[in-house]
């Protein structure tokens, strides 16, 4: 994989995954102002937009037919069929920032970041937790929807909680602000890795 050949010369790849309720969206958003050459990667989806989303900018929408189409053509280095709608990263786009030495950073649900770790074992991947269980009840109730269809959610979240287990990082999102600092504390580290400076420290060989 490119990420491994060109050793020093790509871009940090991280992966960030949550249940419903960990508050993983707002935790982006800060992270992406605060890291002007750390980028989001943008994924497809069939899923139709939300109020305020734009296409291109949160999620490039595609009908059902030409997501397949894509697939077909080898176009996703990772999708998934996820609560009836398809998702799916694309490769093209993914290599050319890392080529360009850009950091990346990618939103997926498990299954997804597990295909990418098979491809890029040396990519980052932390998962994002609620403080609690009955924090993360607490929160799923806010959105004022019927019994049942908490308690299905609930069911979904502590399935998906299960696949912390063989992330990098666990960041429990008690305060926006803390979850951020910690977030941002793992990015450095990651950029510090000797093994991701050698081209730096070479350069004084030279
Ligand atoms: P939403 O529809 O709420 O934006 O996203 C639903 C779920 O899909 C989230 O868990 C998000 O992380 C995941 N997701 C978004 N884009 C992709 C993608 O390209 N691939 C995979 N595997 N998951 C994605």
């Given at each position: 994989m490119s990420e491994i050949r060109v050793e020093g010369h790509t871009g940090l790849l991280m992966i960030i995954s949550a249940p419903s309720g960990a508050g993983k969206t707002s935790i982006c958003r800060k992270i992406m102002q605060m890291f002007p050459n750390l980028h989001f990667s943008v994924s497809h989806t069939t899923r139709p937009p939300r109020p305020g989303e734009v296409d291109g900018k949160d999620y490039v929408f595609l009908s059902e037919a030409e997501f397949r189409e894509r697939i077909a053509r080898g176009e996703f280095v990772e999708w998934v069929e996820n609560y009836g709608q398809l998702y799916g990263t694309s490769k093209k786009t993914m290599d050319a920032f890392l080529e360009q030495g850009y950091d990346l950073l990618l939103d997926l649900e498990p299954r997804g970041a597990r295909t990418i770790r098979e491809q890029y074992p040396r990519g980052v991947f932390i998962f994002i937790l609620p403080p609690s269980l009955s924090e993360l009840k607490a929160r799923l109730a806010k959105?004022?929807?019927?019994d049942a269809v908490m308690e299905n959610r609930l069911r979904t979240s502590l399935d998906e909680i299960k696949?912390?287990?063989?992330?990098?990082y666990i960041i429990f999102n008690e305060r926006l602000g803390e979850a951020v600092d910690r977030f941002r504390a793992v990015y450095i580290a990651e950029k510090s890795r000797r093994t991701r400076c050698m081209e730096r420290i070479e350069s004084f060989f030279q």
């Amino acid at each position: 994989m490119s990420e491994i050949r060109v050793e020093g010369h790509t871009g940090l790849l991280m992966i960030i995954s949550a249940p419903s309720g960990a508050g993983k969206t707002s935790i982006c958003r800060k992270i992406m102002q605060m890291f002007p050459n750390l980028h989001f990667s943008v994924s497809h989806t069939t899923r139709p937009p939300r109020p305020g989303e734009v296409d291109g900018k949160d999620y490039v929408f595609l009908s059902e037919a030409e997501f397949r189409e894509r697939i077909a053509r080898g176009e996703f280095v990772e999708w998934v069929e996820n609560y009836g709608q398809l998702y799916g990263t694309s490769k093209k786009t993914m290599d050319a920032f890392l080529e360009q030495g850009y950091d990346l950073l990618l939103d997926l649900e498990p299954r997804g970041a597990r295909t990418i770790r098979e491809q890029y074992p040396r990519g980052v991947f932390i998962f994002i937790l609620p403080p609690s269980l009955s924090e993360l009840k607490a929160r799923l109730a806010k959105r004022g929807e019927s019994d049942a269809v908490m308690e299905n959610r609930l069911r979904t979240s502590l399935d998906e909680i299960k696949e912390a287990l063989w992330y990098d990082y666990i960041i429990f999102n008690e305060r926006l602000g803390e979850a951020v600092d910690r977030f941002r504390a793992v990015y450095i580290a990651e950029k510090s890795r000797r093994t991701r400076c050698m081209e730096r420290i070479e350069s004084f060989f030279q």
